[in-house]
């Protein structure tokens, strides 16, 4: 079985600052790996995703992740947050089998401040 | 616009009922996620449908039942309503291959009374 453990509920920072948010999982097969992004009242939209080849992937709106096997890993970073970028983020992996259901962590919400 | 369509956006009904929500995947896109969001159980995958016929299940009570139509529509059903089942419920959409990504539909947020 999969599972995914989103280290902090809550990640609040300034402003321009650098964030990350943590993402583990554990996995007895190959994952392919996923960040999505969820603002208020809306659905999930992808921010990038790691399927093979380089282990750092960058995404959309400046956003980047490095997979990490030995540490079963996949932090999500920008180098300087936006007010825009107030919103849940959620880490999911997706068993690489003909299955494509997708296993969530339990999000972690970025507050981003003035 | 994620180009998966879901009907209605609010749904409020009472205990014991029956309700059917409606998804429309991308153009294309052959495969159907059902997913449901909660304060307590977070997202958790519900069902697939990949064109017409069930794919993988997950944590789907024997209350719901869903089906993917000839046109790729697919239909989730929930019967004998609880309080518990109070949520967003999500659609995804996908191409072919396990490796796509999957595209999210605004949700239907059900609230029981």
């Known amino acids: 079985a999969q599972s995914v453990t989103q280290l902090d509920s809550q990640v609040p920072v300034f402003e321009e600052a650098p964030v990350e948010l943590r993402c583990n999982y554990s996995?007895?097969?190959?994952?392919?790996l996923f960040w999505y992004v969820q603002y208020p009242n809306q659905g999930l939209q992808l921010l990038l995703k790691y399927l093979s080849g380089s282990t750092l992937v960058k995404g959309i709106n400046g956003f980047e992740a490095e997979f990490n096997k030995s540490q079963t890993s996949f932090h999500l970073r920008k180098p300087s947050v936006h007010i825009s970028d107030t919103a849940e983020y959620f880490c999911?992996?997706?068993?690489?089998?003909?299955?494509?259901?997708?296993?969530f962590g339990q999000g972690t919400t970025l507050q981003v401040k003035p | 616009d994620s180009g998966v369509t879901q009907t209605p956006k609010h749904l409020i009904t009472a205990t014991g009922q029956r309700v059917t929500l409606r998804c429309s995947p991308r153009?294309?896109?052959?495969?159907v996620y059902w997913y449901q969001q909660s304060l307590d159980q977070g997202l958790q995958f519900l069902i697939q449908?990949?064109?017409?016929?069930?794919?993988a299940k997950g944590n789907i009570l024997e209350r719901f039942s869903a089906q993917q139509f000839p046109d790729l529509h697919s239909e989730l059903n929930l019967s004998s309503l609880e309080l518990g089942d109070s949520a967003l419920y999500f659609c995804?959409?996908?191409?072919?291959?396990?490796?796509?990504?999957?595209?999210f539909g605004d949700g239907t947020r059900l609230s029981i009374l």
């Open positions: 449908y990949y064109n017409g016929e069930e794919r």
């Open positions: 153009s294309g896109d052959l495969s």
């Open positions: 996995s007895s097969v190959s994952v392919y």
């Open positions: 999911a992996v997706r068993p690489g089998t003909n299955t494509g259901k997708l296993i």
């Open positions: 995804a959409s996908s191409d072919r291959g396990s490796n796509q990504p999957q595209h």
